[in-house]
């Protein structure tokens, strides 16, 4: 009765699903129709394209993937298979992955703790906060995991970007032991640098992250870009640049455009700054780039520190919350660079 119901379901799901833009590149192809005898469950084609499952110290995993990773969609989990074990059925998964799945894990958001190593630890797994990786400051080559990459930690908080909020949802959250800033005398905060072995280590990191997940580089954040009104972390002297330049992750404008935008953005900034249809147009910006802002044609304080947060990530030597030419230039090349779909 569980087979026929199976033929039935799949040959539903056929029909429903063919307009699905995913489906073409299966290459798990069950090609069961409603004529087969009800007892095969088309048996021989599904051995055929069964995936490994492979043991580990009694964990199951699938070995390969069953379709196209490139766009972060269609493929099986890199993680354990975890099944209901409903009492006196048996759950079968190696005869039956969908084509259609993708991964949770859309963002990487990078943090610092403000707290020494031994703090952070003690923090980041026996509160209310985490993430799934911690990474220390004491010079060995360990990294902490303190939750599984497919359940949520509690990283990010209240959260957006583009069209997405929530983002623990659907995020790895890294973790840098930094002490943050401290206000200096006349209220400028000066922010404390990471050491190389840390950027070594959170390079590497997150370069296994994004590559396994496939996530672009638009969404690999610091926690200021996804919460600018609350977060400065992981601040300007975390060098979003080299990770660009030497390990390709992550976003950089080019250079050349930049450079294209600079003449008109000083003239921006000098004849008409506080015109409200300036600032709705750099707000617009601000949003079209992904942060999350309501254009109003103020600068008001949610401006100032959106501002701020993108001058944390790409504007490192100024991060006043104060637009000048040269971030305004900035923001219009990414904008360029990295249009929203
Ligand atoms: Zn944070």
Redesign the pocket.
Known sequence: MRKTLYIIGLSTLVFSCTSQKNVKKNTYRPKTTAAQPKTAVNSQNLEKNKPEVATEHGVEFFRTNIADITKNDNTTSYGSIVSAKPAGYKVVKTHFPAVAQNFRQKYLIL??TVLPDDKSVEVLTQQSVSAHYLVNNLGDNEIYQLVDENKRSY?AGISAWRSDKNLNDTSIGI?IVNMGYKADASGMKVFQPFSDEQIKKVAALAKDIVTRYNIPATNVLA?SDIAPTR?Q?PGPLFPWKKLYDEYQIGMWYDEMAKQNFLTLAQTDIDTRYNEPSFIFVVQTALQKFGYDILPNGKWDDVTKKTVEALQYHFRPQNYSGVLDAETWAILQSLNQKYPTK
Do not use: G, L, N, V
Request: proline fraction near 0%; aromatic fraction near 14%; glycine fraction near 0%.
């Open positions: 943090h610092y990283h973790e926690h977060k972390d």
